[in-house]
């Protein structure tokens, strides 16, 4: 089983690589840029767990170290 | 005063604290492996600079599940001094005895220079030998040392006074021009609510003597011996 975590800054904090992004992308004429958020893909490969297991063994990961949640929200997929 | 020196894998200023310690104002010295579980007598506990495992994940992440970090933890709730410099700031918000984090600076750029410093709060061990509003000079080096924390966070910092120094321009004041990486209120150190645990983005051990271009780095290295030592036999 792979699940597939992708971790975000949140909404609220500033997103300095985000900004730089955008404006990058704007500046290439892609006018219809209004935001980017940049974070981060993280592919992790499990054993032996059911995909109910899996769930709560994952979103147990996101919050205990793959996302600080001071600063940044997670979601994951699980793909049997 | 006895200091302990903790050294993670990456960790690039462990040395430079050390030299400080020993040789400048002559205090006990222990190094720390990140895979020690007993601090050795330590007082103080720095953590220094660098990129403890190679700030992979983000910085400061992996070396909070060190085994040295439990007895680190143990050591803060016991009251015991913990001060994280620059890297060590990053692993202390990580391990949650300092609220808050440090994102990527908002120039995107690792920022190297001098900067000055605001003392806010002069009544703590890491500061009792400065004054209260002077302003120091002290490097710093990093690429993610912008503070931030939800606006209740912060509300509750400077309510408890747990902010200890900003960035400032040479008068003091706190601008945006003077904030080299464009964090929250200039926050440029924290203490933890009991006083105890003191995180700062600056380099005060590369500004120990005057050889290095400033000594004000001193100061903070000063301000703990002295925490340590009996009021009768402080001199001056």
């Known amino acids: ?80 | 005063m006895k200091f302990g020196v903790v050294v993670f894998p990456g960790t690039w200023s462990d040395r430079d604290c050390g030299h400080v310690v020993t040789h400048v104002v002559g205090a006990d010295l222990v190094y720390l492996w990140h895979r020690d579980r007993d601090l050795r007598g330590a007082d103080c506990v720095i953590l220094p600079g660098g990129f403890s495992y190679g700030d992979y994940l983000r910085p400061g992440a992996i070396a909070r599940f060190s085994p040295v970090m439990e007895a680190v933890a143990e050591h803060a709730a016991r009251g015991g001094l913990v001060w994280g410099i620059c890297n060590g700031f990053q692993v202390l918000c990580e391990a949650g005895l300092l609220p808050g984090a440090l994102i990527r600076n908002a120039c995107l750029e690792f920022r190297c220079e001098w900067v000055h410093l605001r003392c806010e709060r002069a009544d703590t061990p890491f500061t009792r030998c400065l004054q209260p509003g002077q302003v120091v000079r002290v490097p710093i080096a990093h690429e993610e040392g912008n503070y931030v924390a939800d606006p209740d966070t912060l509300d509750e910092l400077e309510r408890h006074g747990q902010v200890v120094l900003r960035y400032c321009d040479a008068e003091g004041r706190v601008t945006d021009a003077a904030n080299p990486n464009g964090s929250a209120r200039g926050i440029a150190g924290i203490r933890n609510a009991d006083g105890n645990v003191l995180g700062m983005m600056p380099h005060p051990e590369r500004c120990a003597e005057a050889d290095l271009g400033g000594t004000d780095g001193l100061l903070m290295f000063r301000s703990l011996v002295e925490a340590a030592t009996p009021v009768g036999r402080r001199h001056g």
């Open chain 1, 1 to 80: 089983m792979i699940a597939r975590v992708v971790v975000v800054p949140k909404p609220v904090v500033n997103d300095p690589q985000g900004v730089t992004v955008r404006q990058g992308l704007r500046a290439l004429g892609f006018s219809e840029v209004e935001d980017v958020r940049v974070g981060r893909y993280v592919e992790v490969r499990l054993g032996g767990a059911s995909a109910e297991e899996a769930g709560t063994r994952v979103d147990e990961m996101c919050r205990r170290l793959l996302a600080n949640q001071v600063i940044e929200d997670y979601r994951f997929e699980l793909e049997t």
